[in-house]
T-cell receptor
């Protein structure tokens, strides 16, 4: 069936490096995408979102890129810090009602000092 | 800031007990959701509600029920807890109005262990 998935389950980087976390989706009807960060023992925290009429959106140290042609979403974190270590999820709204989201499995980001 | 709170961070119950998990949001959101999160399975939707007294089954409703008597409160009920319901339970809320309307905001989670 259709699903949101991640290319890599784990990513290790050095402090100060840039991180890129990827996500593939398969439903062309999806019109809204979100990245969440989940630290150990906590609930997911909203990072940044993007609608399907955009291909790039920037926040503070984070950028989300959307390539609708290949159905690919990425999260870029600039100057990664140890506090960025967490699990990162992508989520998509497949055009359903009531704001239901479909979540990816998550990527574990580990930042080494 | 959006605030979603859950009644307990950790809970230990015995098989067969009736378990209530409470969730409260303070942003007047119409939509509320209950998920469970298990290693390797990600977030799975149990039930959601789009208005007071309205509820819809998610992907894994078996063994669970919900109640939404007030807009700000959404309760998850395990009628007879079983060991396979040991999990992290996450509540979320969202609003259908305005830009970024589908963003779900999550509570801190309840780690439930059923013995």
């Amino acid at each position: 069936g259709e699903s949101v998935g991640l290319h890599l389950p784990t990513l290790s980087v050095q402090e100060g490096d840039n991180s890129i976390i990827n996500c593939a989706y398969s439903n062309s009807a999806s019109d809204y995408f979100i990245w969440y960060k989940q630290e150990s023992g906590k609930g997911p925290q909203f990072i940044i979102d993007i609608r399907s009429n955009m291909d790039k959106r920037q926040g503070q140290r984070v950028t989300v890129l959307l390539n609708k042609t290949v159905k690919h979403l990425s999260l870029q974190i600039a100057a990664t810090q140890p506090g960025d270590s967490a699990v990162y999820f992508c989520a998509e709204n497949r055009g359903t009602s009531y704001g239901k989201l479909t979540f990816g499995q998550g990527t574990i980001l580990t930042v080494h000092p | 800031d959006v605030k979603v709170t859950q009644s307990s961070r950790y809970l230990v119950k015995r098989t067969g007990e009736k378990v209530f998990l409470e969730c409260v949001q303070d942003m007047d959101h119409e939509n509320m959701f209950w998920y469970r999160q298990d290693p390797g399975l990600g977030l799975r939707l149990i039930y959601f509600s789009y208005d007071v007294k309205m509820k819809e089954k998610g992907d894994i409703p078996e063994g669970y029920s919900v109640s939404r008597e007030k807009k700000e409160r959404f309760s998850l009920i395990l009628e007879s807890a079983s060991t396979n319901q040991t999990s992290m339970y996450l509540c979320a809320s969202s609003s259908p109005q305005g830009e970024g309307t589908d963003t779900q905001y999550f509570g801190p989670g309840t780690r439930l262990t059923v013995l």
